[in-house]
């Protein structure tokens, strides 16, 4: 068994001021920016500032696209293919839910995993009703969503438990050729205060062409000396843990 599609990303990050992200963002010549709220969820406990789900596999992001449109995604990366019950083996979309499976490789440079992930899309003002605290982060996500973590996730979460941190500014631009890659290539820059800048590039590629489209995306990047983030720690990763930090700061 395997994905259809691979995710292939190179996060590129400042070293010490947002100044060169905004040099790349000039030098790639990105238009159409679109301005989201990313707000991810997670466990956390007094006193073990521990990014508990993400520990297990599990990722619960929440995007505010407008100040009525949006989504919600369950992620579980790294998964496997045993984990995942017969009912979420194949991609799929479902309407009038606005629900999307989908199973893919994750390959950040010599970083590959699988992702499995439900994401639904909504119409309402929900995220910004569950930060003034009038909605449980629980409500953030559906029904099928709380079945598919119950029946793939790695390990028990009650969502009931689970809370809201500190919102990320995150700027998506227009998808964008680059000579070289056959497929097109995405930015995303996440912002949190003045501590943390990073702008991900990313590709999605079939799985016999994926090894050729990361050489060029990376030859892509080298090429215009754009500053490659070298850290051990994935993005996701180091955001969790500086908004947690955040968030027991301010209990």
């Known amino acids: 068994m395997q994905p259809k599609t691979v995710e292939?990303?190179?996060?590129?990050?400042?070293?010490?001021?947002?100044?060169?992200?905004?040099d790349a963002v000039t030098q790639l010549e990105l238009t159409d920016a679109k301005e989201w709220t990313v707000v991810f969820c997670e466990d956390v406990t007094p006193a073990v500032a521990?990014?508990?789900?993400?520990?297990?596999g599990v990722v619960l992001r929440v995007r505010g696209k407008s100040e009525t449109t949006g989504d919600s995604t369950i992620k579980l990366r790294p998964s496997r293919w045993s984990q995942l019950h017969p009912d979420y083996f194949e991609d799929r979309e479902r309407e009038p839910e606005r629900e999307e499976l989908k199973i893919e490789a994750d390959w950040s440079g010599l970083k590959r995993s699988l992702a499995t992930s439900m994401t639904v899309k909504w119409s309402d003002a929900r995220l910004s009703t569950a930060q003034t605290g009038q909605?449980?982060?629980?409500?953030?996500?559906?029904?099928?969503?709380l079945k598919f973590l119950s029946a793939c996730g790695p390990g028990?979460?009650?969502?009931?438990?689970?809370?809201?941190?500190?919102?990320?500014?995150?700027?998506?631009?227009?998808?964008?050729?680059v000579t070289g890659v056959s497929s097109e290539v995405r930015a995303e820059r996440w912002r949190v205060d003045d501590?943390?800048?990073?702008?991900?590039?990313?590709?999605?590629?079939?799985?016999?062409?994926?090894?050729?489209?990361?050489?060029?995306?990376?030859?892509?990047?080298?090429?215009?000396a754009l500053p490659v983030d070298n850290s051990p720690l994935n993005k996701t990763q180091r955001v969790l843990d500086y908004l947690i930090a955040k968030s027991l700061r301010g209990r």
């Open 8 to 22: 292939i990303k190179i996060t590129l990050a400042a070293e010490e001021s947002g100044s060169q992200i905004d």
């Open 50 to 56: 521990t990014t508990a789900l993400l520990d297990i």
């Open 135 to 145: 909605l449980p982060a629980a409500q953030l996500f559906s029904d099928e969503q």
């Open 156 to 177: 028990r979460v009650n969502l009931a438990a689970v809370s809201l941190l500190p919102p990320l500014a995150a700027t998506r631009w227009d998808e964008f050729k």
């Open 195 to 224: 501590e943390i800048d990073f702008l991900e590039l990313s590709i999605v590629a079939p799985p016999a062409e994926a090894v050729t489209e990361q050489e060029a995306l990376a030859a892509f990047v080298t090429d215009l």
